[in-house]
């Protein structure tokens, strides 16, 4: 648990780690261009839908590739734009995807969750999402957003249980197929 000073201290000055059980979440790094292209490489459908109107990140073919996307993260991170968290799973020390973290200024916060095919199960989906409720603290947010799709079951029922609802699409929130969570 963070103290209290701890708190007040912008994710972009000090970025926090989350643990689960069987998780990390941390700021991304170059070091995990090629544990990442088994996410990026081959992308599932809900990592394909949310590289839907990104120009970058979604689709490497090479390490060197990510790497540059993931410098392009970094960048973003220091222009206090998103964040970019690593997870880690912690029995390979390995990374298996990544969570998007932007507080565009209008709430709520939107989240992109990008996972290897093998750990997109309600199982994994469920632990992940739970850790999500740091974000309302962290990032000083009433509200979290989350981009899925239709064929994503697993993830639509992991959200379900977890809190989320259906958020529909409108003129203040241009995006399809987005689950919201209040706090």
């Not at 701890?6 to 991304?28: A, I, M, W």
């Not at 490489?41 to 993931?70: D, L, W």
């Amino acid at each position: 648990m963070k103290n209290r000073e701890e708190k007040s201290v912008s994710v972009y000055e000090k970025c926090p780690v989350y643990e689960s059980e069987n998780f990390v979440l941390r700021l991304v790094c170059t070091d995990d261009a090629a544990d990442l292209l088994a996410c990026y490489k081959h992308p599932t459908v809900s990592v394909a839908a949310n590289g839907a109107g990104c120009n970058y990140g979604y689709g490497s073919q090479t390490a060197a590739e990510m790497r540059a996307f993931i410098a392009r993260w970094l960048e973003e991170y220091q222009n206090r734009w998103f964040v970019r968290f690593s997870i880690v799973d912690k029995q390979t020390n390995k990374a298996v995807g990544t969570v998007e973290v932007m507080d565009s200024g209008i709430l709520p916060v939107h989240l992109m969750l990008d996972l290897e095919a093998r750990y997109e199960n309600e199982e994994c989906l469920s632990e992940l999402i739970a850790v999500f409720d740091s974000f309302f603290v962290d990032f000083k947010c009433a509200q979290i957003i989350i981009v899925t799709t239709p064929e994503a079951d697993c993830r639509l029922k992991a959200l379900t249980e977890k809190g989320y609802a259906p958020y529909p699409k409108c003129d203040a929130w241009p995006y399809e197929n987005c689950y919201i969570k209040r706090r």
